[in-house]
């Protein structure tokens, strides 16, 4: 199994986890469904979750603890267990190079959505803009938005009880390099595809463990750490709720 260096990014959200400690007596879990190689678990252990990975296919660059196993069945019978679900159903199906290609995928939103809210625990759901008219109420997060020099656009429907604020979107002032080209000087990457430059990709997104397969479809870190703050001051706040 991969090693990565946890870092708290931030004063915030590390005191939120503190203070889960202190209210539950253990760090707060987070079921990562669909995990491929761990994007979005980078994110969310920075910001201070303890993070299990399911996906149906091996994950030998998944860096934190990983189960095999169908994700819908997996949150149908555990995620009850969990403080916090992310889903990130396959985006194939939804992706504007699948259907150029002409390749078919399983749709799995509304599945996945249900098993979510089965599990009557907070959850979050991402996706990509091919599936906006599925997602219900969806926060879009850009890479500008979180200090990030790339433009990639991730979908996230918040559930059970848990709620997102939209953040302000900057304009996209600074040109991309063509799709599979390499990145000139003063040009941000798509990393998409059968894209050039995997070792500047793993610097931008901050994913240094990851191939091309992984930073094509990821989630960067940063994207999961944003909402796995707000997550934490959502669940502290419950907690502080009950105990009071």
């Known amino acids: 199994?991969?090693?990565?260096?946890?870092?708290?990014?931030?004063?915030?959200?590390?005191?939120?986890?503190?203070?889960?400690?202190?209210?539950?007596?253990?760090?707060?879990?987070?079921?990562?469904?669909?995990?491929?190689?761990?994007?979005?678990?980078?994110?969310?252990?920075?910001?201070?979750?303890?993070?299990?990975?399911?996906?149906k296919d091996p994950q030998p660059r998944y860096p934190f603890r990983f189960v095999r196993a169908d994700a819908i069945a997996y949150a149908m019978e555990h995620g009850a267990a969990f403080d916090l679900i992310h889903g990130s159903p396959p985006c194939q199906h939804d992706s504007d190079c699948q259907r150029i290609q002409g390749n078919t995928h399983p749709d799995l939103i509304a599945p996945t959505r249900t098993a979510l809210e089965l599990t009557g625990r907070p959850w979050v759901m991402e996706n990509v803009g091919g599936a906006?008219?599925?997602?219900?109420?969806?926060?879009?997060?850009?890479?500008?938005?979180?200090?990030?020099?790339?433009?990639?656009?991730?979908?996230?429907?918040?559930?059970?009880?848990?709620?997102?604020?939209?953040?302000?979107?900057?304009?996209?002032?600074?040109p991309q390099a063509k799709m599979g080209r390499p990145v000139p000087p003063g040009h941000y990457g798509q990393f998409v595809g059968n894209f050039s430059g995997v070792p500047l990709a793993r610097q931008v997104l901050g994913v240094p463990w990851m191939n091309r397969d992984g930073i094509r479809e990821c989630i960067p870190p940063a994207y999961a750490h944003h909402i796995g703050t707000a997550a934490l001051a959502h669940l502290t706040a419950s907690g502080l709720a009950v105990a009071a």
Request: proline content about 8%; aromatic content about 10%; charged content about 20%.
């Open 132 to 174: 906006l008219p599925k997602l219900r109420t969806p926060v879009m997060l850009c890479g500008q938005m979180l200090g990030l020099e790339n433009y990639r656009h991730r979908y996230f429907e918040p559930g059970g009880g848990f709620t997102l604020d939209q953040p302000d979107h900057p304009a996209h002032l600074v």
């Open 1 to 55: 199994m991969t090693q990565l260096t946890v870092i708290r990014r931030a004063d915030e959200p590390a005191s939120f986890a503190a203070l889960f400690l202190r209210l539950f007596g253990r760090p707060p879990r987070l079921l990562d469904l669909y995990c491929c190689q761990g994007g979005a678990a980078k994110g969310y252990t920075d910001a201070g979750f303890d993070v299990t990975g399911v996906d």
